[in-house]
């Protein structure tokens, strides 16, 4: 009975404390109900969303809708800007705080500045790339008139300071950016480029920038330069030509920790699916400009020559690298030749000592034995006249490791002198062309030259590498290190010098004399592909535009100032070659002016064809009448 009325009392005591709890319990939910509650509404606040009638390079065009590279992936899609900007977005304070960097210390300064790229350099640069912000017309027209000064703002070597920089210095969109983010999207994207007619492309993945390496995004100041060059040097039309970088990541650490560089923010993709991504960028371009010519720019070695040959017999294609270098370089020295007062057969008997086994040097070496196959020798024997060196020497059949493919052919089958040093070859092999693609700045010495020179009285010293802080010896060393006889040429410019109160020309051996004539007589003469035969007809071609006054001096390349003329004397050769060739399409107007008229028609008729600067009379048609 006891027990009983105790375990009552409990019982009652534990259900007060329990009702007391959830007393409080709900107490603090009614607080917390009350504390989250939201805020009041606020009818005052409006949809800061603003609508835009305009869409693509229109907006982009426009100062006050235009946010640059801020404009995110939403509005890139809903405005038609995707590929018309790079594929990083930088956010609004990022930019104020580039634009402040600029204004307090000047753009020579904001950038790192390349040693052969002086101050003044940037400033002409800056000056021009304002100019053809606002009046490409105006900008042609002074670039063309003004070339020979010119060429070395817009293109080599201060493009290489453009391209090292291109995130700093970068301000109006210019250019076709392709990422692997736009992967199976690119038909799409490739119709948000405005123009409707495209005759060239110059394409490039930044892997391989003139000899400065991987600057991945950055790349596409290589082919806005090229394409100025196209224009101002070949005619071609600026509106109906397309700059294009395919950003697959970059491997530079510098790049990628920087907080303003505005490519994918990854390592280079590689394999298979990187040759899926160009072969969609190609099907992409040529689904919508069937007929356009593409030049492939700056590709790493280990894809460059891959590339050119999976296309090359499908596509009108070339690589200015591989290819235009090498026509470049055979020109040059048809043109040595003819200083020397040689024919172009004595091709077949120089002795050659290259150093570079990379895509450009080797695609030289490659062209240079064919043609010297057309000379009266084998190409095996055409072979055995060059000694090629990497960085662990001369390459011979006893080189332990991998060899490519490319360079393999080529490889001395003197095994002993396996990793023989250059000035050991040059005693050895007593070559005529000493050919420099290595991008080793100063790699050629006194030594090497004055050995040269005691078993040729006139070497060719050839340096061919970019930028100029790449070159293997200057234009003046060159003539101090022979004596005055040595004919020199370089892939940048150097001044002409004075030897013994002799004066002692430089040429450049630049691509600029190829490229512009064999893209504008390919496109105009509508070949379906480009043949080893057009590069070589366009190489001879080269150098019978180089004036007898001009040989004397020992010029091996023509003044670019004619640059126009040289690019329709290469056009039309190009276009002759191409119709023995059988590879120009049914509808080639300039196959039957050849055949009509002949070379000089033929001549009329490319000329016809190239853009001239100049203010045309403009009269205003609404939009959607006659379109």
């Not at 700093?168 to 250019?175: E, K, P, T, V």
């Not at 123009?195 to 892997?207: E, F, L, Y």
């Not at 002692?504 to 105009?524: C, D, E, H, T």
């Not at 276009?575 to 060739?581: F, H, S």
């Amino acid at each position: 009975m006891m027990l009983s009325r105790i375990a009552r009392l409990i019982l009652a005591r534990t259900s007060s404390s329990s009702s007391r709890q959830a007393c409080r319990h709900a107490s603090s939910t009614v607080t917390e109900q009350r504390e989250q509650e939201p805020p009041p509404y606020n009818p005052d606040i409006k949809d800061s969303s603003v609508i835009v009638r305009k869409k693509g390079v229109e907006v982009l065009h426009d100062p006050w809708w235009n946010k640059g590279t801020s404009f995110n992936y939403v509005e890139r899609d809903a405005l038609g800007l995707r590929g018309l900007l790079p594929p990083c977005e930088i956010p609004f304070q990022k930019q104020i705080e580039r634009f402040m960097t600029e204004y307090e210390y000047g753009i020579a300064h904001v950038a790192p500045k390349d040693e052969t790229v002086t101050p003044e350099n940037i400033r002409k640069w800056k000056a021009l790339e304002s100019l053809q912000n606002r009046n490409e017309v105006l900008f042609y027209k002074i670039l063309l008139d003004n070339f020979e000064e010119m060429a070395p703002i817009v293109y080599t070597p201060t493009v290489g300071w453009c391209c090292q920089n291109f995130h700093l210095i970068y301000r109006q969109a210019r250019g076709l950016f392709i990422s692997e983010k736009d992967r199976g999207i690119m038909s799409s994207l490739v119709h948000n480029w405005p123009a409707q007619k495209i005759h060239a492309i110059v394409v490039t993945d930044g892997s391989r920038i003139l000899g400065l390496g991987d600057l991945g995004v950055n790349g596409l100041g290589i082919s806005i330069g090229k394409l100025d060059i196209y224009c101002a040097g070949a005619g071609f039309h600026p509106s109906r030509v397309m700059p294009v970088v395919i950003d697959v990541g970059t491997n530079n650490e510098q790049l990628l920790n920087h907080p303003l560089y505005f490519g994918l923010r990854r390592q280079r993709l590689e394999g298979d699916a990187y040759y899926e991504l160009i072969d969609e960028f190609m099907r992409a371009v040529l689904a919508r400009y069937p007929n356009v010519l593409i030049q492939f720019e700056d590709f790493s070695t280990n894809h460059a020559q891959a590339l050119l040959d999976r296309y090359r017999d499908h596509h009108l294609v070339f690589n200015d690298d591989i290819q235009g270098t090498a026509t470049t370089v055979l020109g040059g020295i048809y043109g040595a030749l003819a200083v020397k007062g040689l024919s172009a057969s004595a091709l077949a008997s120089q002795q050659f000592v290259v150093c570079g086994a990379g895509s450009a040097g080797m695609g030289v070496v490659s062209f240079l034995a064919k043609a010297m196959s057309k000379h009266g020798i084998t190409e095996e024997e055409a072979r055995q006249r060059f000694w090629i060196l990497d960085v662990d020497g001369l390459i011979t059949s006893g080189r332990d490791g991998h060899v490519p493919d490319f360079v393999r052919p080529f490889a001395r089958m003197d095994a002993e002198l396996e990793g023989a040093d250059l000035l050991s070859v040059i005693q050895h092999a007593k070559p005529t062309v000493l050919i420099g693609a290595s991008t080793v700045g100063g790699l050629f010495t006194s030594d090497h030259l004055g050995e040269m020179t005691k078993h040729c009285d006139r070497p060719l010293v050839m340096a061919l590498s970019n930028p100029t802080s790449k070159l293997e010896c200057t234009s003046e060393q060159c003539a101090a290190w022979t004596k005055g006889r040595g004919i020199y040429a370089a892939g940048s410019p150097q001044p002409d010098c004075v030897y013994d109160g002799k004066e002692v020309a430089s040429s450049q051996a630049n691509n600029m004399y190829i490229f512009p004539g064999l893209a504008l007589g390919a496109s105009v003469g509508k070949a379906k592909v480009i043949t080893d035969a057009m590069l070589m007809k366009a190489s001879e071609s080269l150098v019978d535009c180089i004036t007898a006054e001009e040989l004397e001096r020992g010029s091996i390349y023509p003044k670019l100032g004619s640059i126009r003329e040289i690019s329709l004397e290469i056009a039309c050769s190009v276009i002759e070659q191409a119709v023995r060739d059988g590879v120009t399409k049914a509808e080639s107007r300039a196959v039957e002016v050849l055949a009509e008229q002949g070379r000089e028609g033929l001549r009329g008729f490319v000329r016809s064809r190239m853009f001239i600067p100049s203010y045309d009379p403009l009269v205003y048609v609404p939009p959607g009448i006659g379109e």
